[in-house]
């Protein structure tokens, strides 16, 4: 079955460090977004991209950045990790051009930031 | 700052009807709205999605008026299992603007 994965799960980093968080589909949709999501915010978008080599800047995308090489992986980095950045981060994909068909979240990455 | 309001929280018990109201003032003209429902430790899962007027499928309605400035899930005879958090989505300007969520409990 199809189906979208984040890797790691789980991660603990120092301040100062560089990390990459995955997001992987196999549906071939060619949106994909990533979110984080904190108490008392909800889900505020970080990035998005309409296909290979597209990428924008979501609401909070300062301290992170996105590379879409393919159609199935869009990486998130933090280039340099703060304790502000501890949350729980989401990915989503999505098909078609409109920009708002069905978002399918993969299951959260949690990161803490020491 | 255009954004996109929800109660913070509701309670209700089963068996009755809930409605979830988002207040989304700047909505884009051709943006639809979305709602979705997340449970603990997982990611938000798509309930139902209109444009206006009325929708309806097997688990939810949404009702949009004419405005569109507003929209209403509404979730008949709910359950304990229905106990979780809804989020609206919906185009402000150039981004996907979600609200900050419902948390509902539905009590026995």
């Known amino acids: 079955d199809a189906e979208i994965t984040q890797s790691p799960r789980h991660k603990i980093t120092e301040t100062g460090r560089q990390v990459t968080l995955a997001c992987h589909q196999t549906?071939?949709?060619?949106?994909m977004f990533w979110y984080r999501q904190d108490l008392g915010h909800g889900l505020r978008l970080i990035h998005y991209s309409y296909g290979v080599h597209d990428t924008n800047k979501g609401e909070v995308s300062d301290g992170y950045s996105v590379s879409r090489s393919n159609t199935e992986d869009l990486p998130l980095t933090l280039e340099s990790a703060a304790s502000s950045q501890t949350s729980v981060y989401f990915c989503a994909s999505s098909a078609g051009d409109r920009r708002q068909e069905t978002q399918y979240f993969g299951p959260g990455t949690r990161l803490l930031v020491l | 700052l255009a954004k996109t309001t929800q109660p913070i929280s509701m309670d209700s018990y089963e068996g009755q009807e809930v409605n979830i109201t988002c207040s989304h003032n700047n909505i884009a003209t051709n943006d639809y709205i979305t709602w979705y429902q997340q449970f603990p430790s997982q990611g938000p899962r798509f309930i139902i999605q209109?444009?206006?007027t009325k929708v309806t499928n097997e688990v939810a309605s949404l009702f949009i008026p004419a405005d569109r400035k507003s929209s209403t899930l509404s979730l008949p005879r709910v359950s304990l299992s229905d106990t979780a958090v809804y989020y609206c989505l919906v185009g402000l300007g150039n981004m996907l603007t979600f609200g900050g969520g419902t948390r509902l409990m539905v009590k026995p």
């Open positions: 209109g444009y206006k």
């Open positions: 549906w071939n949709h060619n949106n």
